[in-house]
C-alpha cells in the first residue's frame, strides 16, 4: 500500500496493549494497542463518540502500522494451528482441476477461459476454424502475484476488437485496454473506469462509464456522480464526449450503457440507488434521435433484455414484484405489453437463438422455460435435479446455447441445448475431484421469530453420526435483492470433507421471493434479516445437528454486517464469527465511495431521527459492549477494498479487543493487494480458506 509521510512517533502504536490471552485451543498472544482519539457527531441532539475515527485513513502511515502490526499478531496465531496446513493441502487437492468456461463466438474465432486447476487467473483461449487453439489473454502475466485480473470483455461487432478491464490488487477502479484480436497488441487504453460495462457502437469506439476523480484517497473518497462516455478508438480520453449525465437533472450515483445486439439501440440505465432504475433508450439508426425516456422514476427495476425489427423488449418489476417479460416500441415508450406475464415465482429471463429462457426460482431452486418471442412456452428444461441453473445466454443466430448446473455437493456440470429440439447433452463434465454421492444436501424450512416460513439447505457427509453435534458453518447474506441459489464450492468441499456442515438460509433482504421478500429486509425492517438467521442458528440447535460450541456464522459484504450484527445480538448463540469485509459501521458507511447508493436497504443516519436511532441500534460498530464474552472472532479484509472500505472492519476488529470479557481471541486478518473479493488469486484463496477454516475449528469444541 502506497502510504503518506507523516511526522508522527508510531512507538505507541505498536507497544502490546494487553496481558498475553492464553488460549485452551491454540498459541499465546498480544493484542497490539490501538490508541483512541475520540471524534464526537451530533445526530438529532444525540452524541456519538468515534473513538477510531484516525483508522478511516487507510493510506496513512500510523494506520499502516497498524494494519502490520494486527497482521504480526494474526499470522502468528493462523501459522501455529494444527489445522492450518491439513487444510492448505485438501483445497489446494480439491482446486487442483480443470475448469473451463462455455464458449463463444466472436468473428472467426471461438472463445473460452481454462484454469489448469491451480492458476491464479483463468486464461482465456480461442480456437480458429480450423480448430486450432491458443492463448488470447493470460492475465497471469500481468503481474508476479496473480493480483492483477481483467473483467468485462466486450467484442466489437466483427470481432475484430476487443476491449477488456484491468483491476489491479482487486480494486474496483480499473483501465481498460483494447486489443486487435488478429495481432494480440493493445491499440489503445483509457483510465479511471468504475462499475462500468463495455458496449460497442460498430468498429468505431465504446460507451463506458466512470465518476470524476475523488478528491484524496480514491480508495475511500465519495463518489457520487456517474457518467455515461463514448470513447472513439485512437483518441485523447480527455476529449471524450458525456453522452448522459451532464445535464440538468442527470446527476446519478450509477449510470451504465448497452448497445442492443442489433446493433439499433443505446440503452441507458441510471440510479441513485441499488434497487430501481431510470430507462432510457435512442435509435442509433436514426440521425439526430435523443435519448427517450422509458421510466421516468426509480421505483422499480428495467432491464432490457432483446431487441429485434424495432421492438424492445425488457424484464422488469414494475406492477410485478415476481417480474416479468415486458415489450415496447420507443413511438409509445410507455406502452409496456406483457409477453411472459408475472407467476407466484420469481422472474429470470435470458435470450439466445431467437428464443427467451424463462429461469424461475421455486424456494431458490432452479425451474427453466423456453419461450417464444411471442411468449408462447416452447418446453419446460429437465435439469440434473434440484439445484442452479445459469447461462442460457447467447446471440440470435444461435444454435446451440449453453448452461452450467450445479448445486451443494454437485461440482458444475456445462451442458450444451439444442436450440430447435431441446435436447440437452453434456459439453464439459465436472473433473472436481470430490465424491459427490458420499454427501446429502437437504432443504428444510423453519420458521423465524415472526412466524415467517424460511428455507435453508443444509450439506454434510452421508456418513455423519446423528447423535452428535457437528462443526458447523452457517453462512447468509440477506440484502440487496441477491438470491443464494445453491452452488458447490471447491474451497467449501474442504470444510465438508473434514466433517463439517454447511447450511445456507435464504433470509429475507435477498430475492428469492421476489421484491417483497426484498423489503422485509430493507430499513426499518432491517432486524428481519437478523432474526431469520438467529432462527437458523436456533433450529440447527435445536435439531442436533450442532450446538453453540460447534457453531460459526460466516457472512461477507452486506452478510458481514449481518454476521456482526448477530454477534453483538446473540453472543452466546454460537462458538465463532467470521465477518468478511462488512458494512460495520452503519452511520457512516454512506460517507465513502459508491456507498450512499446502498441507502436503499440501509437508510441514513441523517434521513431522520427514527432512521438514525434504528441504525444506531444495531450497527456492530457501535453495539459492542464492555464486559461481553465474544465468540471468537476472525475479521478479513483487504487493503484495497474500495466498495466496503476497511475501515469498517478496523474499527469492528478495534471495539472488540478493547472490550472483550471472555477468553475467545478476536483477530483481524488483512489482506494485502486484495479488494472486495473479485479477481483474488487462486493461492491467495486457498491461504484464506485455510486460516478461516483452521481459526473455527481450533475455537469449536466442548471446553469453549
Not at 426460482?361 to 422455460?369: F, G, H, K, P
Not at 448452461?403 to 461440482?411: A, I, L, M, Q, R
Amino acid at each position: 500500500m502506497v502510504r503518506r509521510t507523516l511526522i508522527v512517533m508510531l512507538c505507541s502504536l505498536l507497544m502490546a496493549g494487553c496481558e498475553p490471552q492464553t488460549q485452551t485451543a491454540g498459541p499465546t498472544f498480544t493484542y497490539p494497542e490501538t490508541q483512541q482519539r475520540p471524534v464526537t457527531d451530533v445526530y438529532f441532539g444525540t452524541e456519538v463518540v468515534d473513538p477510531y475515527r484516525w483508522l478511516e485513513d487507510d493510506m496513512s502511515d500510523e494506520t499502516g502500522a497498524w494494519v502490520d502490526a494486527q497482521n504480526g499478531v494474526t499470522f502468528e496465531y493462523l501459522g501455529k494451528l494444527p489445522q492450518k496446513q491439513a487444510f492448505v493441502a485438501s483445497l489446494s487437492r480439491l482446486l487442483d482441476y480443470e475448469r473451463e468456461s462455455a464458449p463463444f463466438k466472436e468473428g472467426k474465432y471461438t472463445y473460452f477461459s481454462r484454469n489448469s486447476g491451480l492458476q491464479n487467473q483463468a486464461v482465456i483461449y480461442r480456437l480458429n476454424e480450423a480448430g486450432e487453439e491458443s492463448v488470447f489473454i493470460d492475465p497471469n502475466t500481468f503481474s508476479e502475484d496473480g493480483t492483477t485480473s481483467i473483467a468485462a470483455l466486450s467484442f466489437s461487432p466483427s470481432g475484430a476488437l476487443a476491449a477488456y478491464q484491468k483491476s489491479e490488487g482487486g480494486a474496483d477502479w480499473r483501465s481498460v485496454e483494447v486489443i486487435d484480436t488478429e495481432t494480440l497488441e493493445v491499440i489503445d487504453r483509457i483510465e479511471d473506469v468504475k462499475f462500468s460495462g463495455l458496449a460497442w457502437q460498430g468498429e468505431r469506439g465504446f460507451y463506458y462509464s466512470r465518476y470524476d476523480s475523488p478528491e484524496g484517497n480514491e480508495l475511500t473518497a465519495k463518489t457520487d456522480h456517474h457518467r455515461l462516455y463514448f470513447h472513439a478508438l485512437g483518441t485523447d480520453q480527455a476529449t471524450d464526449t458525456v453522452v448522459f449525465g451532464n445535464a440538468p437533472g442527470q446527476k446519478f450515483r450509477y449510470v451504465s450503457g448497452y448497445v442492443t445486439e442489433d446493433q439499433q439501440f443505446l440503452v441507458v440505465y441510471a440510479s441513485n440507488t441499488t434497487s430501481g432504475n431510470r430507462l432510457f433508450v435512442q435509435d442509433l439508426t436514426a440521425a439526430d434521435a435523443e435519448l427517450v425516456v422509458v421510466a421516468a422514476d426509480e421505483n422499480a427495476d428495467v432491464n432490457v433484455i432483446f431487441s429485434k425489427a424495432g421492438e424492445i423488449f425488457a424484464e422488469t418489476n414494475r406492477a410485478a414484484p415476481n417480474s416479468r417479460l415486458v415489450k415496447f416500441t420507443l413511438d409509445q415508450p410507455q406502452q409496456w405489453r406483457d409477453v411472459i406475464a408475472e407467476t407466484e415465482h420469481v422472474l429470470n429471463v435470458s435470450a439466445a437463438g431467437q428464443h427467451f429462457f424463462a429461469q424461475y426460482m421455486v424456494d431458490a431452486i432452479s425451474q427453466v422455460q423456453q419461450v417464444s418471442l411471442q411468449g408462447e412456452v416452447v418446453r419446460e428444461i429437465q435439469l440434473p435435479g434440484p439445484g442452479d441453473a445459469a447461462g442460457f445466454r447467447g446471440k440470435a443466430d444461435d444454435t446451440t446455447v449453453y448452461y452450467s448446473f450445479d448445486n451443494y455437493k454437485t461440482p458444475s456440470t456445462l451442458f450444451q441445448l439444442d436450440i430447435a429440439t431441446g435436447e440437452s447433452t453434456i459439453y464439459r463434465a465436472s473433473k472436481a475431484p470430490f465424491d459427490s454421492d458420499a454427501y446429502v444436501s437437504n432443504q428444510i424450512f423453519y420458521t423465524s421469530k415472526d412466524g415467517t416460513r424460511i428455507p435453508m439447505i443444509i450439506t454434510h457427509r452421508a456418513d455423519l453420526a446423528k447423535d452428535q453435534p457437528h462443526p458447523t458453518i452457517l453462512y447468509g447474506y440477506g440484502g440487496f435483492n441477491i438470491s443464494l441459489t445453491p452452488s458447490f464450492s471447491s474451497a467449501m468441499a474442504a470444510w465438508l470433507e473434514a466433517g463439517g456442515v454447511y447450511a445456507v438460509p435464504n433470509i429475507r433482504g435477498g430475492g428469492e421471493y421476489g421484491k417483497a421478500w426484498h423489503d422485509a429486509g430493507t430499513q426499518t425492517n432491517k432486524q428481519n434479516v437478523f432474526d431469520d438467521f438467529i432462527s437458523a442458528a436456533e433450529y440447527l440447535i435445536a435439531s442436533g445437528t450442532t450446538d453453540a460450541k460447534h457453531l460459526a456464522l460466516r457472512g461477507g459484504s452486506n452478510g458481514g454486517l449481518l454476521v456482526g450484527a448477530v454477534m453483538t445480538q446473540r453472543p452466546d448463540l454460537m462458538a465463532v464469527a467470521l465477518p468478511a469485509v462488512g458494512v460495520l459501521d452503519m452511520l457512516r458507511y454512506h460517507t465513502f465511495t459508491a456507498g450512499a447508493g446502498w441507502a436503499y436497504d440501509y437508510g441514513t443516519a441523517e434521513q431522520s431521527q427514527e432512521m438514525f436511532e434504528y441504525l444506531l441500534g444495531y450497527s456492530p460498530v457501535h453495539n459492542v459492549e464492555s464486559g461481553t464474552a465474544y465468540p471468537a472472532t476472525l475479521v478479513t479484509t483487504g487493503d484495497h477494498d474500495d466498495r466496503v472500505v476497511p475501515a469498517h472492519s478496523f474499527k469492528f476488529a478495534a471495539h472488540l479487543q478493547a472490550k472483550q470479557s471472555g477468553a475467545a481471541p478476536v483477530m483481524i486478518r488483512i489482506e494485502k493487494d486484495a479488494g472486495h473479493g473479485a479477481g483474488t488469486p487462486t493461492e491467495k484463496i486457498i491461504d484464506q480458506y485455510a486460516d478461516v477454516f483452521a481459526f473455527a475449528i481450533a475455537n469449536m469444541g466442548p471446553d469453549r
